[in-house]
T-cell receptor
Framework: AQKVTQAQTEISVVEKEDVTLDCVYE???????LFWYKQPPSGELVFLIR??????QNEISGRYSWNFQKSTSSFNFTITASQVVDSAVYFC??????????????FGSGTRLQVQP | EAGVAQSPRYKIIEKRQSVAFWCNPI?????LYWYQQILGQGPKLLIQ????????DSQLPKDRFSAERLKGVDSTLKIQPAKLEDSAVYLC??????????FGPGTRLTVT
């Protein structure tokens, strides 16, 4: 069965520090998708990135970067020069069993990031 | 482009009462999902629709939860009768051909 583990329950940093959020996943499928979502205090889940299992290139988008390593089943998320607006709960998620038409996301338990001014 | 709409935003009911939530997905999105998010946890899928057909309802507690998407557009999720453990945020999401799911603001349900 699929599983996503976010071992860091809560992280607190001071503004401008870099921070990495860890994500480890388990799946028996060879084709799958990984995601990161942000959930600010307002509650709405905001899509950040999707990565498919065949694309191990790291990605950078502004202050955000993602490191996908299939060999360790990890998909880590780094925020460079953190800002107070980055304070939120961040979820890593997995979508597999794609040949069944099922598209459900299996979420980790989330990491709460607090950025102090 | 308008996002996923949900109503109501908040609902407080007593146990054994019934409640219904409504979701209107992003225009043109064929796939619609309902998730339950208990405080401190990640969302968990309840049901996935493709147009007006059910693709996955394996985690839906069918003795008390029901959902429909009659015209392949908006959807309703119902709980009858509610239990205390149903207190959660109910999230609706939709997706097009790509795999990104876009979420609505959610309905926060409190069962007392």
């Amino acid at each position: 069965a699929q599983k996503v583990t976010q071992a860091q329950t809560e992280i607190s940093v001071v503004e401008k520090e870099d921070v990495t959020l860890d994500c480890v996943y388990e799946t028996r499928d060879t084709t799958y998708y990984l995601f990161w979502y942000k959930q600010p205090p307002s509650g709405e889940l905001v899509f950040l990135i999707r990565r498919n299992s065949f694309d191990e290139q790291n990605e950078i988008s502004g202050r955000y970067s993602w490191n996908f390593q299939k060999s360790t089943s990890s998909f880590n998320f780094t925020i460079t020069a953190s800002q107070v607006v980055d304070s939120a709960v961040y979820f890593c998620a997995l979508s597999d069993e794609l040949d069944t038409g099922r598209r459900a996301l299996t979420f980790g338990s989330g990491t709460r990031l607090q950025v102090q001014p | 482009e308008a996002g996923v709409a949900q109503s109501p935003r908040y609902k407080i009911i007593e146990k054994r009462q019934s409640v219904a939530f409504w979701c209107n997905p992003i225009s043109g999105h064929a796939t619609l999902y309902w998730y339950q998010q208990i405080l401190g946890q990640g969302p968990k899928l309840l049901i996935q629709f493709q147009n007006n057909g059910v693709v996955d309802d394996s985690q839906l507690p069918k003795d008390r939860f029901s959902a429909e998407r009659l015209k392949g557009v908006d959807s309703t999720l119902k709980i009858q009768p509610a239990k205390l453990e149903d207190s959660a945020v109910y999230l609706c999401a939709s997706s097009l051909r790509s795999f990104e799911q876009y979420f609505g603001p959610g309905t926060r349900l409190t069962v007392t």
